[in-house]
Structures are given as structure tokens and as C-alpha cells.
């Protein structure tokens, strides 16, 4: 379980963040002129101009998440996008009576997702992406590795040591 989970859970993972993303953008684009209308009255000025800068966030940056490209920059533009949005749409302090509770809850919702981009941004290069090519571009596959394994043999009342062959060297180089 936790094989599967280890390779597959992070894409998996960044799918399903990206999802919410990638539907509300192509969302703004089939409501265009509603969503401009509800930014508008909120009080954006440029609100047309505002509107296609979020569909280009919120589509492009879904994108390079779910393909695992620049996926620390794509979790970034995601994050700091998500700054003003969630204070100028999701204001429970400000919010009617009747409203709070539905926009704290809003709120509290885009907050946490803030809180996987961030973890987006703190791992993705870590196991996957660009980070692994380029030690691999390095020419690190050239070292010297050795591993030591302990298992019990039935000669020896104590575990033998044996070491795995090593990978071989340039030659002229020794030690």
C-alpha cells in the first residue's frame, strides 16, 4: 500500500488540488460576463481585465500542477492569487448575518487549499519533476556506490555483512 501510494499520491494528489482550479476556470469562461458582473459589484475595478488574468491563473497553473511541470510555480501563482481572492470574496467579517457562517466556510476552505499549495511547493521537487532530471543531467550516475546488507547466515551465530558489488569505475581512478 504504501508503494503504490508513494508513487502514485503526489500526481494523484496534484490532480485533485488542480481540479477545483481547472473547473472554475473554464467555469469563468462559460459565465463570463456573470462573473464579471459579481466582481464588478464587489467593487474590482477592471473587472473584464481581472477576470482573464484569473482564467489564465487559474487554467494555466491547474495545468502545469497536473502535468507536473513547474509545479512549485504553478502552486505559487495559485497561492499568491488566492491572497486577494479569498479576502475580497470570502470577507465573513463583513458578510450579513445570514451569510457568515456560508462564507467562513468558504474561507476556512480556501485557507487549507492554501495549505497544500504550499506543501505543493515545498515537495513536488523533491520526488517528482524537473529537480530529478537534472541530477540525472549532472553525470552523478558515475559515483561509486556500495551497500551493505545485513542478514542472517546460517554459518554465524551473528549476521554477516556483505557488500553489494559496486558500480564499476572510470578507469584510472582507484580507491
Excluded at 7 to 12: D, E, I, S, T, V
Excluded at 22 to 30: A, E, H, P, V, Y
Excluded at 59 to 78: C, H, P, S
Excluded at 161 to 169: E, G, H, N, Q, Y
Aim: hydrophobic share 55%; net charge positive; aromatic share 8%.
Amino acid at each position: 500500500m504504501n508503494d503504490v501510494i508513494g508513487k502514485f499520491g503526489p500526481a494523484a494528489g496534484r490532480f485533485l488540488i488542480a481540479l477545483i482550479f481547472l473547473l472554475s476556470g473554464f467555469g469563468k469562461i462559460g459565465g463570463f460576463a456573470q462573473t464579471a458582473g459579481f466582481m464588478a459589484a464587489k467593487g474590482l475595478p477592471m473587472a473584464e481585465v481581472l477576470l482573464v488574468l484569473s482564467i489564465i491563473i487559474e487554467i494555466g497553473a491547474a495545468l502545469m500542477l497536473i502535468v507536473g511541470w513547474q509545479a512549485r510555480l504553478g502552486a505559487a501563482a495559485l497561492f499568491l492569487w488566492m491572497i486577494p481572492v479569498t479576502l475580497v470574496f470570502h470577507n465573513f467579517w463583513a458578510a450579513a448575518a445570514a451569510q457568515q457562517q456560508f462564507e467562513m466556510a468558504m474561507f476556512m476552505k480556501n485557507i487549507a487549499m492554501m495549505g497544500g499549495l504550499l506543501y505543493i511547493m515545498g515537495r513536488a521537487a523533491l520526488h517528482h519533476g524537473l529537480r530529478v532530471g537534472a541530477v540525472q543531467r549532472k553525470g552523478l550516475t558515475g559515483l561509486r556506490l556500495s551497500m551493505v546488507i545485513s542478514c542472517p547466515c546460517p554459518s554465524s551465530s551473528s549476521g554477516t555483512r556483505l557488500r553489494a558489488p559496486s558500480t564499476p569505475r572510470p578507469p584510472g581512478r582507484t580507491g
